[in-house]
Each structure stands twice: as structure tokens, then as C-alpha cells.
């Protein structure tokens, strides 16, 4: 059996993504359920609740002005204890504001540390291993997750649910994990000294808005793909678990495979199937009566999110290598601006017509087509979006 290379950056890149997952995957899975059958909730209360998950993704920007006190690092790792801790009281008291409470404290763990991840990614991985690479931590976030909630799916097979001993269980790992990181790995330096000041660059402009429609893409997958299998098709906990096993077994196959493509085809023909796919499986969610359609869109519509490696790499072949810190931070909180607002307000939407939210999020997927179209073959300094590359080329005629 291999040993674990705990010199190695990649290790740490690692072990922060399964401590990740494990939290963060259980949390999720449960969710609904545990907020439907004991809290009561309906989904204007799970809209509230999502929409202030995500105010700690607003917030991601403040990051960079924290990483003045203390090294990318150790914030990562104390991102990820925030995270267990978050999740391991879940489940104390199945009330409103306690879950309320509860997510905040969990999503600030969650986003820091995705911000930090992707920041550190990026920052260590050469450009050529890149997508390969974040394919590959896709993988494992996907393994991790199919252990794990095989587990909880076992389980659930012999027991009732017992949510409180799920999500203690779940983030007191993660607690573990990331006490075993601060302890057991050393201090990576940096080899680009980062820039600790908040900043937007007018050449990265593409980058932003393609993440900003992700984020608000990606709001009405988490928030409301699952809620309509839960709501409309009455799926109950245990299926809803083995149906995030299937989509683990998916990524986990095809992630390394997509990561290969995204260095084959580039970006911007990458993206573009990614959003011809999501135009297809919004319209076909709004209006979806049968449980299995509705089942196979979910599966197609997870694997899709594998496709967003492109955006990263993207970003990271036009950026000044001092500016990935500052900018993985402000994209997060340019992620979470539609991720605030958006779940509760669709939520009041979807109390009126579900199928409204879903072609919402068909006409989202439509201006990120058109937009992906401007990314360059060859993205680089200078060469940031095909607008730029036609002016660089007239001004050298």
C-alpha cells in the first residue's frame, strides 16, 4: 500500500477536499428531508435558509483582508474545522432560526475554505497539469462521497433516521481531518507572493460575469433540483441518498475524463457543450411529470457541474500569478451576489409556478453560452477574451 506523501502540496489539496465533502455532502443530502419532516419547513422557509447559506459566499472577498493576519494555509484548515463543527450541530434543535443559525455557521467554514482551495489550486498547480489535476480532486471529492453516504444509506436501511447521529458523526470527522492537517503537514511557502488587496481587473471581465451566471446556475440545481424530487415525487430520505451515490459513481468515472477533454477541446468548446447541455435539462425540469425523467435529468444535470474546471483554468492562463488570491476571493462573492438573493426569491416563485424557476435557469445557461463564446483557442495575458485578441492584432498591423 502506497504511503501518503504528506510533503507533497498536493496532500494537503487532498485531504481539505474529502474533509469537504464529508461535511458538506452529509449536510446536504439530509437536508431537505430533515427540514421537511422535522422542522416543517415549505419552500419558502428552505429559500430563506438557502439564501443565507450563501451570504458567507458573499462575503468570500474578506478572505484576502484576513490572509494580512494569517498564512492561506492554516485559514484553510481552520475553514475546514469551522465546516465540521458547523455540521456536527445540525441537528440539535429542529427549529427555523437554530437551522438558520446552524448553516450560517457551517457555510462561513464551507466558502472560506472553497475560496482558499481553489486559490491555493491554482496557485500551485502548473498550467498544463491543471485540469487534469482538478479533475482528478473531483474524483476524490466523488469517492469521498460515495463512501460516505454509502454508509448513511446502509444505515438508513436498518435504522430510522437519526439525523442528530448523522451530522454529529459526519462533522466530528471533518473536525478530525482538519486537526490532523494543522498537526501533520508542513507549512507550504509561497512561491508567488500574493497580493493582499481587494481589486477588480477590467481584462478579467469575461471571468467575472461567466462566474456570476455559474453562481446563480448552480442556486437553482442545490436549492431546488432536489427539492422537487422531495416535494412533488415524495422521494424519501434513503433514495435521495442512493441517488447522490449514483451521481458519486459518475463523477468519480468521469471527472478525470472531463479534466482530460478541457486540455484537449480548450475552454471555450468545453463550455459551450456544458450550457447547450444545461439549456436542454432546465427546460425539460419545468415541465417534468415523470419520476424518472426527473431522476435522469438530476444525474445529467450533476454532471455537468464537473464542466466548471473550465472556468478556473480559464481564469488561471490569463492571470497575473500574484493576483490568484485576491481574485479567487472576489469571484466567490461575485459567485454568491445572484446566490443571496436568488433562493428566496425563487422560492417565492416556486410557490406559484415551479416550472417558472427551472426556465429561469434556461435563460441563465443561454447568456453563459454567448457568452463563452468570446474566450479565446489560446487564452493568455494580453489574450483574456477573442475581443482582445482581435485588438492586439489590429494594433500590431
Same mark, same amino acid.
Given at each position: 500500500?502506497?504511503?501518503?506523501?504528506?510533503?507533497? #502540496?498536493?496532500?494537503?489539496?487532498?485531504?481539505? @477536499?474529502?474533509?469537504?465533502?464529508?461535511? %458538506?455532502?452529509?449536510?446536504?443530502?439530509?437536508?431537505?428531508?430533515?427540514?421537511? *419532516?422535522?422542522?416543517? $419547513?415549505?419552500? *419558502?422557509? =428552505?429559500?430563506?435558509?438557502? &439564501?443565507? #447559506?450563501?451570504?458567507?459566499?458573499?462575503?468570500?472577498?474578506?478572505?484576502?483582508l484576513l490572509m494580512l493576519f494569517i498564512r492561506q494555509q492554516n485559514f484553510a484548515i481552520l475553514s475546514l474545522i469551522t465546516l465540521g463543527f458547523g455540521t456536527a450541530?445540525?441537528?440539535?434543535?429542529?427549529?427555523?432560526?437554530?437551522?438558520? /443559525?446552524?448553516?450560517?455557521?457551517?457555510?462561513?467554514? %464551507?466558502?472560506?475554505?472553497?475560496?482558499?482551495?481553489?486559490?491555493?489550486?491554482?496557485?500551485?498547480?502548473?498550467?498544463?497539469?491543471?485540469?487534469?489535476?482538478?479533475?482528478?480532486?473531483? &474524483?476524490? #471529492?466523488?469517492?469521498?462521497?460515495?463512501?460516505?453516504?454509502?454508509?448513511?444509506? =446502509?444505515?438508513?436501511?436498518?435504522?430510522?433516521?437519526?439525523?442528530?447521529?448523522?451530522?454529529?458523526?459526519?462533522?466530528? =470527522?471533518?473536525?478530525?481531518?482538519?486537526? %490532523?492537517?494543522?498537526?501533520?503537514?508542513?507549512?507550504?511557502?509561497?512561491?508567488?507572493?500574493?497580493k493582499k488587496s481587494l481589486f477588480l481587473r477590467k481584462q478579467y471581465w469575461l471571468y467575472y460575469i461567466l462566474t456570476f451566471l455559474a453562481g446563480a446556475r448552480r442556486?437553482?440545481?442545490?436549492?431546488?433540483?432536489?427539492?422537487?424530487?422531495?416535494?412533488?415525487?415524495? /422521494?424519501?430520505?434513503?433514495?435521495?441518498?442512493?441517488?447522490?451515490?449514483?451521481?458519486?459513481?459518475?463523477? $468519480?468515472?468521469?471527472?478525470?475524463?472531463?479534466?482530460?477533454?478541457?486540455?484537449?477541446?480548450?475552454? #471555450?468548446? @468545453?463550455?459551450?457543450?456544458?450550457?447547450?447541455?444545461?439549456?436542454?435539462?432546465?427546460?425539460?425540469?419545468?415541465?417534468?411529470?415523470?419520476?424518472?425523467?426527473?431522476? @435522469?435529468?438530476?444525474?445529467?444535470?450533476?454532471?455537468?457541474?464537473?464542466?466548471?474546471?473550465?472556468?478556473?483554468?480559464? /481564469?488561471?492562463?490569463?492571470?497575473?500569478?500574484?493576483?490568484?488570491?485576491?481574485?479567487?476571493?472576489?469571484?466567490?462573492?461575485?459567485?454568491?451576489?445572484?446566490?443571496?438573493?436568488?433562493?428566496?426569491?425563487?422560492?417565492?416563485?416556486?410557490?406559484?409556478?415551479?416550472?417558472?424557476? %427551472?426556465?429561469?435557469? @434556461?435563460?441563465?445557461?443561454?447568456?453563459?453560452?454567448?457568452?463563452?463564446q468570446l474566450i479565446p483557442d489560446h487564452p493568455g495575458q494580453g489574450q483574456e477574451t477573442r475581443l482582445a485578441a482581435a485588438a492586439s492584432i489590429a494594433a500590431t498591423?
Amino acid at each position: 500500500m502506497p504511503s501518503i506523501d504528506l510533503q507533497n #502540496r498536493k496532500t494537503l489539496l487532498y485531504l481539505l @477536499a474529502i474533509g469537504n465533502t464529508i461535511a %458538506f455532502a452529509t449536510w446536504q443530502v439530509m437536508l431537505n428531508n430533515f427540514a421537511v *419532516e422535522q422542522a416543517g $419547513f415549505t419552500g *419558502e422557509e =428552505i429559500g430563506i435558509l438557502q &439564501s443565507l #447559506r450563501e451570504v458567507p459566499g458573499f462575503l468570500a472577498f474578506t478572505a484576502i483582508l484576513l490572509m494580512l493576519f494569517i498564512r492561506q494555509q492554516n485559514f484553510a484548515i481552520l475553514s475546514l474545522i469551522t465546516l465540521g463543527f458547523g455540521t456536527a450541530i445540525t441537528a440539535f434543535y429542529p427549529s427555523a432560526l437554530w437551522l438558520y /443559525f446552524t448553516t450560517v455557521v457551517m457555510s462561513i467554514g %464551507f466558502h472560506y475554505l472553497e475560496t482558499l482551495h481553489n486559490s491555493l489550486s491554482l496557485q500551485w498547480l502548473k498550467k498544463e497539469e491543471a485540469p487534469e489535476v482538478l479533475g482528478k480532486l473531483l &474524483s476524490t #471529492r466523488a469517492i469521498s462521497n460515495f463512501l460516505v453516504l454509502g454508509a448513511i444509506y =446502509i444505515y438508513l436501511m436498518a435504522f430510522a433516521a437519526n439525523y442528530l447521529l448523522i451530522y454529529l458523526i459526519a462533522g466530528g =470527522i471533518t473536525v478530525a481531518i482538519g486537526l %490532523f492537517c494543522w498537526l501533520a503537514i508542513p507549512h507550504f511557502e509561497d512561491e508567488v507572493v500574493q497580493k493582499k488587496s481587494l481589486f477588480l481587473r477590467k481584462q478579467y471581465w469575461l471571468y467575472y460575469i461567466l462566474t456570476f451566471l455559474a453562481g446563480a446556475r448552480r442556486q437553482i440545481f442545490v436549492v431546488f433540483a432536489g427539492f422537487l424530487l422531495v416535494e412533488k415525487f415524495g /422521494f424519501p430520505v434513503e433514495n435521495v441518498v442512493l441517488l447522490t451515490l449514483v451521481n458519486a459513481v459518475l463523477t $468519480f468515472w468521469l471527472a478525470p475524463k472531463i479534466g482530460a477533454l478541457i486540455s484537449y477541446v480548450g475552454e #471555450r468548446r @468545453a463550455l459551450t457543450l456544458e450550457y447547450i447541455g444545461l439549456i436542454i435539462v432546465f427546460a425539460s425540469y419545468a415541465f417534468v411529470d415523470s419520476v424518472a425523467v426527473a431522476i @435522469a435529468l438530476y444525474l445529467l444535470d450533476h454532471l455537468f457541474f464537473a464542466m466548471a474546471i473550465a472556468i478556473k483554468t480559464y /481564469f488561471q492562463k490569463i492571470a497575473d500569478p500574484a493576483d490568484i488570491a485576491a481574485t479567487s476571493s472576489i469571484s466567490f462573492t461575485i459567485n454568491h451576489i445572484a446566490a443571496v438573493v436568488l433562493p428566496a426569491l425563487l422560492g417565492l416563485v416556486w410557490v406559484i409556478n415551479h416550472s417558472a424557476v %427551472f426556465l429561469i435557469g @434556461a435563460g441563465i445557461a443561454s447568456c453563459s453560452l454567448l457568452l463563452t463564446q468570446l474566450i479565446p483557442d489560446h487564452p493568455g495575458q494580453g489574450q483574456e477574451t477573442r475581443l482582445a485578441a482581435a485588438a492586439s492584432i489590429a494594433a500590431t498591423e
